[in-house]
């Protein structure tokens, strides 16, 4: 239970780390602190809708087919190696830091919708929380274990974009700090990538 609450918690926290449309639409509501909370409880809440439906179905197509597990296995695997690979790539060339343009105050409804949109709008967020995260959580041994360490990883981020946006900001800015953090999630990535790759057969089962 506890191993796989670990994968789910390490494998969603190193996807959803990635500065994206919907994290840095959090952090700069949290800079300029409006609404902040309002939107990354809507993160939180999608993430957990969607990782829930993703693992529990994943797991009835499993039953129903179960040579589809070595196929989800080795998906996991290239997906992993892939995210890997841009991480430590981005790690040693270097990227500029998250810079949050100024924007007119808005009512929390606007703010809700604009939160909806970048986050149900993007087809990325399906392949991850309905197919890639959830194949990677079919090889655990406790699938509510995997769920609720992904859904943790997803408070816990969106809890940190919210509550500490306005601290982190200049640091963010700073291109070395990504580069320590593009080369923690690599190495995270890359390891859980070869976990999977050399697991037993038996242990997919």
Partial sequence: MLESY????????????AIGAQNAYVLGLAVQRRYHWWSAGVCM?????????????????????????MVLRWLGVAFLGWLA??????????????TVDATRDVGVARVLLATLAVTVLNPQVYLDTLL?????????????????G????????????AWGGALLSPWLSRPL?????????????????WQLAMAPPAAMA
């Fill in 150 to 161: 992904a859904g943790s990883a997803s408070i816990l981020w969106f809890s940190l974009l």
């Fill in 132 to 148: 890639l995260i959830p194949s990677i959580g079919a090889q655990q041994d406790s699938a509510v274990g995997f769920v609720v």
């Fill in 6 to 17: 670990l994968a789910g918690l390490v494998v969603c926290g190193g996807i959803i780390v």
């Fill in 177 to 193: 700090a990504w580069r320590c953090i593009d080369g923690a999630i690599g190495m995270m990535m890359a390891g859980i990538a």
């Fill in 85 to 98: 690979l841009q991480a430590l790539y981005r790690a040693a060339a270097g990227r500029g830091g998250l």
């Fill in 45 to 69: 809440s999608t993430d957990m809708l969607l990782l829930t439906a993703g693992m529990f179905g994943m797991s009835t197509l499993l039953l129903a087919f179960p040579g589809t597990l």
